[in-house]
């Protein structure tokens, strides 16, 4: 048998809902011939960054996800203390493999750490790997150690952040007139084991959005309305949380995050294995606002108890529930019309100052319709300890959803990873083996609508290369919103119908200190809807339309360089096939379905206290599959420079001043309207510590438009220059 034929083989063998998690067994098997070491979390590219603005620039390159920098975003604001965090936050670290975890926390009970570069102790981390890691890790002073047992700790950060842009010559670049949006956060750490926190954030937004069904608009039933009382200035629902910890059990109330297993059930956090709960005041912050992370909020008690019940094996249960206030982008919510006539279509939003409102006005102003629904929900989880990285465990929640829109027939929009029903049940069982150096992972889920999913890794050492097979398998009807197994974007399809299953591997080979490469291959097949063709009978119960399995194909390469201490530079290539005839898609959502992308970055120590960092990529994107400006060219220069470092190594830290330039040329299509973008950015910012507890930096950018096209209108359109400023304050006692 061929290739080609084997590949296909595997494929129709899981058509079924079921078989594709049978196909998990084969490949775990594979994975215990031979032994195997991972990346604990495989982020893809070298993590090499000194602030939050870093993130968003691998995450806006494509180096990074969302959820990636989300986590790593956590891990900036509240390091890892290296002689105290548990297993589970240690493999988030950039670089670290399994074993490498295993070691760190070997070396430790030998002797505790007394800085970020004493890692060199444990075998195979390298100083190029420190330095990835020491952003986002410490160690406690001793002299706070001694004093922590029955002392009140505390620290506070506080952040504001604007946009300053006058009005362009077009209705469709008003004036900016929204107030600084700020964020708040004070946490507490009294005695032993009792952690308390809360989270204010200030936003620009609109008030008590509700359906109004005597609007004209809305007896014709050509749009439904929402009106709201207007524009405001207000505080969402602050986060809060209070936490006792225990040897054997611990409780949060309020706030919080968690997941399990391989995060096909449940999960919150965005963690690589995640095991409970942890507290949750997180805030997304942009150039020119502050937000919630609406999808992941979860508001009510969670509690974990564990036991030992049989001599090395420890059972650990945890219980979840929460009722939470969530936000919407209005077109995430759609009114359905009795009868399904004319189908469903999204909210018109109108304020008392503007009857007639337009998109325009609501997609420039105020996208989020705030307090949109509630969610509640329940669930626990079960784990065995089999000793090490070995366990089992079984997931299960269930939830439900309630519009506080006072309209009975608004529901969710494919957009979103809520199906249409309001009720959603499921559950499933996962397992880790570890029996050095050979580690497995793997999770099976099912829901109350029969569907299922199955996520798989395994890895293999084989003559220095680090060989990584894994599979996917999300049925057709999987639409669990608190699953984070991703399916590759299909925004056709929207968020909810993930129907996807392929393989993908990964090989990561360092022949040399100083030469690191990498490749990937994955191979999935979509499911995807689209008019039927020829003899094919439609699903009256999917709009009409047959189901179709595209082949989808992805490779990627990277080449990574370290001539020296002081110097490390590299490249990559990708290419994305969507085999988009096949997929149904045409010329009314994209151009084509293929995406070259091509990279190279650098980075430099310089000899007089100053890192010089630059990032170049090209992408040829088939914009329908993204939701945002494809990115054709991408250009950034950073200098991030310590002056008072010359004086003394104390000091070092005092005064740092940061600068970037940054160039941007791109272009999308929506729905068959062109739009595009080019545009220069530079910022400066200062941050000093004038005490050793006490951090303070301003920043201030620019962005100058060289043309812009409306985003409804493909036009372009003259942009005003705009400008941003941004105040952070960290004080910790």
Not at 104 to 120: G, Q, Y
């Amino acid at each position: 048998m061929g290739i080609f034929d084997l590949r296909f083989s595997i494929f129709d063998l899981a058509s079924s809902e079921w078989r594709g998690v049978v196909c998990l067994v084969g490949l775990l098997s594979i994975g215990l011939l031979e032994p195997g070491r991972a990346l604990a979390y495989d982020y893809r590219v070298p993590i090499l960054v000194s602030d939050e603005d870093d993130l968003e620039e691998l995450r806006e390159s494509g180096d990074i996800t969302f959820d990636e920098k989300e986590q790593l975003l956590r891990m900036l604001e509240r390091p890892l203390d290296l002689n105290r965090a548990a297993r589970d936050r240690l493999y988030n670290l950039p670089g670290l493999t399994y074993s490498m975890v295993d070691a760190i926390i070997a070396e430790r009970k030998r002797e505790p750490f007394e800085s970020v570069d004493d890692l060199e102790r444990v075998e195979g981390i390298t100083e190029e790997m420190i330095e990835q890691i020491e952003i986002f890790a410490k160690v406690a002073e001793k002299k706070k150690e001694k004093r922590e047992k029955g002392a009140t700790r505390w620290n506070l950060r506080i952040q504001a952040v604007d946009r300053i842009k006058d009005a362009g010559l077009t209705s469709s670049s008003p004036q900016d007139k929204n107030l600084p949006e700020t964020y708040t956060r004070l946490r507490v750490r009294a005695g032993d084991g009792l952690e308390a926190g809360v989270a204010v954030v200030t936003s620009n937004t609109i008030e008590d959005a509700r359906y109004n069904p005597d609007h004209p608009y809305s007896l014709e039933e050509t749009k439904p309305v929402l009106e709201t009382k207007g524009e405001a200035y207000l505080p969402p629902i602050p986060k809060a949380y209070g936490m006792l910890e225990r040897e054997s059990w611990r409780v949060i109330i309020g706030s919080y995050r968690v997941g399990f297993g391989q995060r096909a059930v449940f999960d919150t956090t965005g963690q690589v294995n995640p095991n409970g709960f942890e507290p949750d005041l997180f805030a997304n912050a942009s150039e020119s606002s502050v937000t919630f992370p609406s999808s992941k909020n979860l508001m009510g008690v969670a509690a974990t108890v564990g036991g030992t019940v049989l001599r090395a094996t420890d059972v650990e249960a945890t219980a979840f529930a929460s009722y939470a206030f969530n936000d919407l982008y209005y077109t995430d919510v759609n009114h359905e019309y009795e009868g399904g006539f004319p189908g469903p279509d999204s909210y018109k939003v109108l304020t008392p100052s503007n009857d007639e409102g337009t998109y325009d006005d609501l997609w420039n102003s105020y996208p989020s319709i705030p307090r949109a629904y509630t969610e509640m929900l329940g669930g626990g989880n079960v784990t065995l300890e089999l000793g090490g990285k070995s366990h089992v465990g079984v997931t299960g929640y269930a939830a439900q959803v309630d519009f506080q829109l006072e309209d009975e027939s608004a529901t969710f929009a494919r957009s979103v990873a809520w199906p249409e029903r309001k009720e959603v049940v499921a559950g499933g069982a996962d397992f880790a083996f570890a029996s050095d150096p050979v580690t497995v992972f793997g999770e099976a889920a099912t829901m109350d609508n029969g569907s299922a999913a199955g996520v798989a890794r395994a890895v293999v050492d084989w003559k220095g290369m680090e060989i990584e097979p894994s599979y996917r398998y999300l049925g057709d009807d999987f639409d669990n919103p608190h699953s984070s197994v991703k399916s590759q974007d299909e925004l056709v399809d929207g968020n909810r119908d993930r129907g996807e299953h392929g393989a993908r591997l990964s090989v990561r080979y360092k022949p040399a200190p100083w030469l690191a490469l990498r490749a990937d291959q994955d191979v999935w097949k979509a499911t995807v809807w689209e008019e039927p063709e020829g003899d094919e009978i439609p699903d009256p119960g999917h709009d009409d339309e047959v189901k179709h399995y595209p082949m989808r194909m992805e490779s990627a390469g990277r080449l990574d360089l370290y001539p020296t201490k002081q110097l490390s530079l590299g490249g990559l290539v990708s290419f994305l096939d969507k085999d988009i005839d096949e997929s149904g898609r045409d010329e009314e959502f994209a151009v084509d379905g293929e995406k070259w992308r091509l990279g190279g970055w650098a980075s430099a120590k310089l000899p007089i206290f100053m890192r010089l960092k630059a990032a170049y990529n090209i992408s040829y994107v088939d914009e329908a599959l993204i939701n945002k400006y494809g990115k054709e060219h991408y250009g950034v220069v950073e200098l991030h420079a310590t002056p008072l470092g010359f004086a003394n190594s104390r000091l070092e830290k005092l005064l740092t001043f940061s600068a970037r330039g940054k160039y941007f040329e791109g272009s999308a299509e929506s729905f068959g309207e062109p739009t595009n973008e080019k545009y220069a950015e530079g910022y400066l910012q200062i941050a000093g510590k004038p005490r050793s507890s006490l951090t303070v930096a301003l920043r201030g950018a620019i962005r100058d438009h060289y043309e812009k096209a409306n985003w409804r209108t493909g036009v372009m359109e003259e942009k005003p220059t705009e400008y941003f400023w941004r105040v952070v304050l960290d004080w910790e006692m």
